[in-house]
């Protein structure tokens, strides 16, 4: 595809640059083969928008139909597809040479398949950047609450000594009184 662009460029600005011009012409001229040379480097180096904007000044100052093929080649490189088409439709309407008008149909051709590829494409949406959430504030886990089971088992504990003692104190204190000793002294005596 370069090379037939190369070619068309090529025989449009040999036909350009091959009529004399007058001197005010001439200098429209000039500063517009310059615009065209910048654009054309500028496009090489895939600086394509601000080759756009070389070609159009340069077309401004000289409206010749080669430069409505850089207009398109630039808007196609910027997936412009509609505007590189309506570049190459002007194009056409110059009445270019049948071999020059081919290779623009060709290319025509090749607009249209890209533009309805990209137009099946799925679009790539561009998100904003993401915004960091605060940070999450962490405090300690409050304390576990404490258990109770070794209180109550101490509380059982103690209730179980009074209980015991109580029960102790209580047989002891209600047994009978034929199990214990007697108070007076035996009847015996040794003198």
């Known amino acids: 595809m370069r090379l037939v662009f190369g070619a068309v460029m090529l025989s449009a600005w040999s036909a350009v640059c091959a009529q004399p011009l007058p001197d005010r012409e001439s200098s429209a001229i000039e500063e517009s ?23 159009e000044r340069g077309y401004a100052l000289s409206p010749r139909p080669a430069f409505l093929l850089n207009l398109a080649q630039a808007h196609r490189k910027l997936k412009r597809y509609d505007e590189a088409i309506a570049d190459c439709t002007r194009f056409l309407a ?5 071999e020059v008008a081919s290779s623009v149909n060709q290319l025509l051709q ?3 398949s890209e533009r309805d590829a990209a137009a099946l494409a799925p679009r790539v949406v561009e998100r904003p950047p993401e915004i960091a959430p605060p940070p999450i504030v962490v405090a300690p886990p ?50």
Request: avoid cysteine; charge should be positive.
């Open 33 to 55: 083969r310059r615009h065209f040379t910048v654009g054309d480097e500028l496009y090489r180096a895939g600086r394509y928008e601000d080759a756009l904007r070389e070609f």
């Open 94 to 98: 110059t009445e270019p040479p049948p």
């Open 110 to 112: 090749q607009l249209r």
């Open 142 to 191: 409050p304390p576990a609450p404490r258990s109770r089971r070794g209180l109550w088992i101490g509380i059982g504990v103690g209730v179980g000594v009074v209980v015991a003692g109580v029960a102790i104190g209580l047989a002891i204190g209600l047994a009978p009184r034929s199990d214990s000793y007697p108070a007076a002294q035996l009847g015996v005596s040794f003198r």
